[in-house]
């Protein structure tokens, strides 16, 4: 983890990192910190103390000093390794005490200046109905016998992406996915990108056909491709930057005919990576877990599958 002030590295991490805002306060783990939730929509005020180590020690603690007194809002970032938040914010206080020789205390008290930003931004929900709803409607103009296998692979894409949608909406500020709903996420992404495969090839499928009429069906199928190709890009946005939010450790309870690879194909979808789960657990039987156990689910990586229906 690395937070910075400015051009400051504040490093060593602080012992203490407090937000205020309103009526509300919160005091973050540093180091250890796994999530971050926006507080509200008042300006946030950060309390920030730790100490400065070596032969520059005063010189970053008059340097805080300078960025008050210049009174230009510098940049408060952290970055966890994984997702990166920031903050543009006024400098209130700060203040210093020099313990020993290349030993200073600080304390930094500021007042957010712009709005929260966070490292994960999905689409818009309105923007994915809006194409989608335009695609559903030019489909109406394929053949009968194209029209029924499109929209049938449609309805199937806006189900999912209901499913994502509802998902995605209420992590707003949270820069963390549990990995049990990273894992439904990304399945209904892949799932929705399957779909309109189907949907796709079936369209393009009109345009390659050596009896070609150059009829209004042709042109619709045409265009309906381009928009089609244009989801695909969507949904491949979405998956990129889903994968790109880190996962959180979680805890599963184990229920009747469980296996560690069924959990596994659960929380990873791949039923290979189960010897993670028993690592982490220190399993030494991986066959002994019994309904009702409390495993560690540990980090691990997406492997693709189709395991959580």
Not at 70 to 77: H, S, W
Request: aromatic content about 6%.
């Amino acid at each position: 983890m690395i937070i910075t002030l400015g051009e400051l590295d504040l490093a060593p991490l602080p012992d203490r990192f407090s937000v205020r805002c309103g009526h509300r306060v919160a005091e973050f783990p540093v180091p250890g910190w796994t999530v971050f939730q926006d507080l509200g929509k008042q300006p946030k005020e950060f309390s920030i103390s730790g100490l400065f180590i070596g032969p520059d020690a005063l010189d970053k603690a008059l340097k805080l000093s300078s960025m008050k007194d210049d009174g230009v809002p510098p940049e408060l970032v952290i970055d966890t390794g994984h997702a990166v938040v920031s903050w543009i914010v006024r400098i209130r206080n700060v203040s210093h005490e020099i313990v020993r020789r290349g030993h200073v205390r600080y304390q930094i008290d500021a007042v957010e200046e712009q709005i929260f930003r966070k490292s994960f931004a999905p689409i818009a929900p309105e923007v994915l109905a809006r194409q989608l709803a335009e695609v559903q409607s030019l489909s109406a103009q394929l053949p009968g016998s194209v029209l029924r296998v499109v929209q049938s692979a449609l309805f199937g894409f806006g189900l999912r992406m209901a499913s994502v949608l509802s998902i995605l909406g209420n992590i707003r500020d949270i820069t963390e996915l549990p990995m049990d709903l990273l894992s439904t996420v990304l399945w209904n992404l892949d799932f929705m990108a399957a779909q309109l495969e189907i949907a796709l090839s079936n369209t393009e499928a009109i345009l390659l056909s050596p009896q070609r009429t150059f009829s209004a069906s042709e042109t619709a199928a045409r265009k309906l491709a381009c928009m089609m190709r244009e989801l695909q890009g969507r949904v491949g946005e979405m998956k990129a930057g889903v994968l790109g939010v880190p996962r959180i450790k979680t805890e599963h309870i184990v229920s009747q005919g469980e296996t560690l690879q069924s959990i596994s194909a659960l929380y990873y979808g791949s039923f290979s990576q189960w010897p993670l789960i028993a690592q982490a657990n220190d399993l030494d039987d991986p066959t002994a877990i019994r309904p009702g156990q409390r495993l560690i689910i540990p980090q691990g990586e997406w492997g693709g599958g189709y395991a959580c229906g």
